[in-house]
Nanobody, 124 residues
Framework: QVQLVESGGGLVQAGGSLRLSCTAS????????MGWFRQAPGKEREFVGG????????RYGESVKGRFTISRDTAKNALYLQMDTLKSEDTAVYFC?????????????????WGQGTQVTVSS
């Protein structure tokens, strides 16, 4: 079973940047896609971005396109989310997830392993 641990969340002013990290340990899988989701209070979990094992294909949610960048370092079993030009509506708990499949999905139930989440708060 793979374990995922997020870090890098915190409080930032609107317009600022944060970089989230997710480290995988345990049974890590070659060719599995990974993704970032977020969930604000009272809202459903929202797809932020996903990336294939090779990193050659990336997909983003509409609300973060052009501002967030997803990347991974397979040698370190790490996944990253660079968040720029942050807005107050980006405030949420951010989760990384692994999908037991090669392709990226924007649907949360398609992912089989989840981290515990890291809080991102953007003050306006």
């Amino acid at each position: 079973q793979v374990q995922l641990v997020e870090s890098g969340g915190g409080l930032v002013q609107a317009g600022g940047s944060l970089r989230l990290s997710c480290t995988a340990s345990g049974r890590t899988n070659i060719n599995y896609a990974m993704g970032w989701f977020r969930q604000a209070p009272g809202k459903e979990r929202e797809f932020v971005g996903g990336i294939t094992w090779s990193g050659t294909y990336k997909r983003y949610g509409e609300s973060v396109k052009g501002r967030f960048t997803i990347s991974r370092d397979t040698a370190k079993n790490a996944l990253y989310l660079q968040m720029d030009t942050l807005k107050s509506e980006d405030t949420a708990v951010y989760f990384c997830a692994e999908r037991a499949y090669i392709g990226v999905s924007s649907v949360a139930r398609d992912y089989n392993a989840w981290g515990q989440g890291t809080q991102v708060t953007v003050s306006s």
